[in-house]
């Protein structure tokens, strides 16, 4: 075990604190020492969005950014993007939509939906589509993601 | 109201959209170990030496292992199923650990076991391999050349085997031809690239073995892993949990899952082992890789005579589980929805140092399309006839089904002019072809690509491709149990596996309608050996069309001895309950009837008026093994428009009406056909294995590597009609790989449809900028048109101009 870094991140809402290797990177950090398997590892170079989490508000490939780098920062994951039992509009519309099929990419592609929804929240299809550009789904064809976005927007008849 | 038809929202989707989808990689069993694998960075040597002892003394490091350790551990090697009869078909010793060599690079001569996972990998990088690198073979046809390298010495030759199939007699319709077309095809090679990686875990405690493992084929792991494993199947459990999606790449047995088995047996601890991405392109097996030389042969009015296909297939270095079965998987429909009365086919296999190659979304099929559906293009160009009016000429007309073709084939049922008629509709071809014209003027090169297509699945009658059919030596029936519990839910275990398909949501709706249960109480329980009967697991579309149909039939069982019992408290005949509304009733006496939960309670705690000849229980099951195959089609319309100056293709319309038979629920039908075009998309506009001319992987990560992101793909245009099949009750066929195998070839037609004013004629898949680019810049000198810019620049043959890869024009910096 190499060089150890003591943390302290706000996890959903929720203070956690433990000393990791000092590579560690935040994604097994949420994965293994906090059982928040919901963020999943798609890919080594940061490409497939799997892993996307947010760091102070603001989404993130977790799989390239260190678990020290967080320290002292607020994440969160997709179990904790709506209070415990509830659905965020975004879940809800991917549920409706059919915006999901086998799941894997899927707490990527609405963490990454959610930062968009907050910088643009009525996306046209276009700016959806390219703001999703860094999370690939190999199952839906993408066309029904889009639509559990604009759905989730409000805005289902734009184009 | 029954639920069949209905969109019904998917019951998977609770949990994987709260991030509680369980998978393999989050299991974490006490005591995990984790190992890492060494590979080959040749693509062939000799193994000259290993040394292992730096990487034991590194920290957290319990176990280095090499082939040769390992021998003792496996009774067998990793196995291929397929025994064409009269036809031998060379296959190496291919073992989870290689000794003495290496044939492609990712090879595994090492595993290293350690307290993490970062522990694993960091050992696994101190283990010194010395390779005495032999000459390595990557292109096919050069490997069938005299003098070639070869891949397997003992064999002396790389050819594997020849099989062949014939029907009429295309020789004579050659010699009597008005017309022939001849082409030439290539279909390279692609990834299957689920975005979850391969993962398994093993577990061994008393005697018992357990493999969690990111399968598509549970049942069948644990009969294959069983063998090499040399352990009884009840002393072996697999289960495949949430598996993220799979498109084939998961429809095998891996090296790295005998490897965890044997490496828990062994040290006594769980083991885990997770695929690197860069791992899935190396070492999970690929797809497609065949040269297609085809002949068409019609009359001048445009009657098909004869279709020839000699087909080259790289297998390469090593016979996975159906590595020399999938280039001939399609053969049934390579004719296409066509009534063609002679059918000529000729499949070559060929090792060479790569990655085997196997079953990849449409397995051969999409293959089989792409070269049908271009040369019918072509015979269109030479006859000079509308293709579209050229297809309608060769349909299979509706009166002709079931229809048997030239190679003995029986297509169960169709309606090919009537999917093409619902595609006009949406799609105005004219109205197409003026705007086409207009936009050339302004320098907008735009094209539209046609797919009428067929294809073959529901796999599979055991008597057709069995021992005694084809050859492969398994079956593929399929199971269902169907368990209905006291308070009147149900719990029903099927043998298929799926991996993102609905199929927990379309499977409750089927169970539910018969039952005459709710499917929201409809719990659809598969991929855990230990839990039902044997099954043959998903892939080849099969999963409705059989193993619905097994469902559907258990579920009439337990309807039947539900009427039973209903009837026998009722005072009635069996035959007057009838289910209505999810009540069983006495016919013409609505008031008189009892719900499903009073007669599972009867029928668990059974009152005295039941007699005594009904059992206990309400539970059956179903073995069903098909009749026939099943034959879904449709038409598709693709519009591309190509950007002269950069060669980059924009997909900017999609259509497709697709048949897959009455729907269970359509909403999960229009997803897979979306997916499966995309895939295609991909194949043809941006993916692509490669392998430098020494047999290193060009195409390592998804930077080099490029899916289609959302950014590249349009909205699509769906539609359906419904054709039912006669081949099972419920007239279903698959539609998981439909979207694929019509794809590839609308396209890439469309590719060429929009270049053939600039002179391109034909030009091979991927159709990445600098192919296109440098097609276009070819034909020039042709003397063809030019295009209205002569700007743009050589791009990098890989990534660059695909998607993920960064800015494609000049213009804006990405290439100088």
Known sequence: MGATVRIGVTVNGERRESEVEARTLLVYW????????????????????????????????????LAAQADGAEVTTIEGLAPEGGLHPLQNAFWEKHGLQCGFCTPGMIMAAAD???RNPHPSDDEIRHGLEGNLCRCTGYHNIIEAVKAAAGNEVSA | ?????????????????????????????????????????????????????????????VAVYTGEDMAGDFAGGIPMVWAPPGVEIKTPEHWPLKRGQVKHVGDPVAVVVATSRAAAIDAAEDVIVDYDAKPAVVDPEAALADGSPLVWEEFGTNKTHEWAVAGGDFDAALA??????????????????????????????????????????????????????GVSEDKLRVVAPDVGGGFGAKLQVYAEEALVLALAKRLGRPVKWTETRSEHMTTSHHGRDQINYITLTAKRDGTVTGCRARVVADLGAYQQLLTPFIPTLGFPVMGGCYAIPSI??????????????????????????YWIE?????????LDMDPLELRRRNFIRNDQFPFETALGIVYDSGDYEGTLDKLLGHFDVDAFRSEQASLREQGVYRGVGFSTWVEVCGLAPSRAVGPQGVGLQAAFYESANVRVT???????YSGISPHGQGLDTSFAQIAGDILGID??????????????????????????????????????KVQEKAKRICAALLEAAPEDIELEDGKYQVKGSPDKSMTMAEISGAAHIPPNELPADIEPGLEESSFYDPENFVFPFGAHACVVDVDVETGKVTVVRYVAVDDCGPAINPMLIDGQVHGGITHAIGQVLYEQIVYDEEGQLVTGTFVDYALPTAAEVPRFETDRTETPSPTNSLGVKGIGEAGTIAATPAVAAAVLDALRPLGVESLDIPHTPVRVYEAIQAAHGNGADPPSSQQGVRLDEHGKGSAGSGPTRPDEGGAS
């Open chain 2, 1 to 61: 109201m029954t639920s069949v038809g209905q969109a019904l929202k998917r019951k998977e989707d609770p949990r994987m959209i709260t991030g509680r989808g369980y998978y393999t990689e989050d299991i974490q069993l006490p005591g995990m170990l984790h190992a890492a694998i060494v590979r080959s960075p040749e693509a062939h040597a000799a193994i000259a030496s290993i040394d292992t002892s730096e990487a034991k003394e590194r920290d957290g490091v």
């Open chain 2, 519 to 556: 499917p929201q109480n409809v719990e659809v329980l598969h991929g855990d050996t230990d839990q039902g009967a044997w099954g043959w697991d998903t892939y080849g579309s099969r999963s409705l069309s059989v193993g619905g149909e097994a469902l559907a039939r258990a579920a009439r």
């Open chain 2, 374 to 382: 271009l040369t019918m293009d072509k015979l269109a160009r030479e």
């Open chain 1, 116 to 118: 968009l929804l907050q």
């Open chain 1, 30 to 65: 949420l994965r293994d020492e906090l059982g928040l398997t919901g963020t999943h590892v798609g890919c080594d170079t940061t490409n497939c969005g799997a892993c996307t989490v947010h760091l102070n508000g603001e989404s993130v490939k977790s799989c390239t950014v």
């Open chain 2, 344 to 369: 000529d086919l000729h499949f070559t296999g060929v090792f060479t140092n790569k990655m085997p190659t196997d079953a990849i979304r449409g397995a051969g099929r999409p293959e089989a399309t």
């Open chain 2, 176 to 229: 009597e031809a008005e017309v022939t077309v001849e082409a030439r095809y290539v279909n390279h090679r692609t990834s299957g690239a689920p975005i979850e990686p391969r993962c398994s875990v093993a577990e061994y405690r008393g005697d018992k073995l357990t493999l969690y493992s990111t399968t598509q084929i549970p049942h069948i792991a644990r009969f294959v892993l069983g063998g090499m494993l």
């Open chain 2, 486 to 492: 006291p308070t009147g839910s149900a719990i029903v």
